[in-house]
């Protein structure tokens, strides 16, 4: 079955950078927070950091970015949370993963591998009927490689949320 793939407007997204302690509840009373605000959070994206007593989440979410102000400010009151920001695209650079499984025949196999070299994306599991494609780039690059393959046949996808890290000599 293909899958039809509607697009997020991501006019009102934005992406939220917290350090947090690495300890158990931390995710639960962050969420809590985007939640009570009426925030829906697209994507979360938890990872420890070199110093092991902490972790990085980023939060990709839709919102007024007035009351994404007073969330931010929110989550940094909390013990556990030693640094909260929004990033822009000019301020971070961002990067997000796919996994995208596309269906393919004898003819339309070269089709499928072309829009897979122009989006730089690489091929990591080939079947008869399927194709599995890593993607990485822009949620945008990744949302135009995806309008491409749908004519083809989404079967299944994977997208692990956004990822950033500051330019320069600010922090994340």
């Given at each position: 079955?293909?899958?039809?793939?509607?697009?997020?407007?991501?006019?009102?997204?934005?992406t939220i950078s917290l350090l947090v302690a690495n300890k158990p509840g931390v995710l639960l009373r962050i969420s809590l927070i985007f939640s009570r605000r009426g925030f829906n959070i697209?994507?979360?994206?938890?990872?420890?950091?070199?110093?092991?007593?902490?972790?990085?989440?980023?939060?990709?979410?839709?919102?007024?970015?007035?009351?994404?102000?007073?969330?931010?400010k929110q989550a940094s009151k909390l013990v556990d949370v030693v640094h909260a920001t929004e990033h822009r695209d000019q301020t971070a650079v961002q990067k997000e993963l796919a996994l995208i499984k596309v269906k393919i025949t004898p003819e339309n196999?070269?089709?499928?591998?072309?829009?897979?070299?122009?989006?730089?994306?690489?091929?990591?599991?080939?079947?008869?009927h399927s194709v599995i494609i890593q993607a990485t780039g822009s949620t945008e690059k990744l949302d135009a490689m995806m309008e491409f393959l749908a004519t083809y046949g989404i079967i299944e996808l994977v997208r692990t949320g956004k990822i950033v890290m500051a330019r320069g000599k600010e922090k994340t």
């Open positions: 079955m293909t899958a039809n793939l509607p697009l997020i407007t991501r006019d009102t997204s934005h697209e994507s979360l994206v938890v990872s420890p950091t070199l110093d092991g007593r902490f972790s990085r989440m980023t939060i990709t979410a839709q919102g007024n970015p007035a009351i994404l102000d007073q969330i931010i196999t070269s089709e499928v591998l072309q829009v897979v070299q122009h989006f730089k994306a690489l091929t990591v599991d080939i079947t008869a």
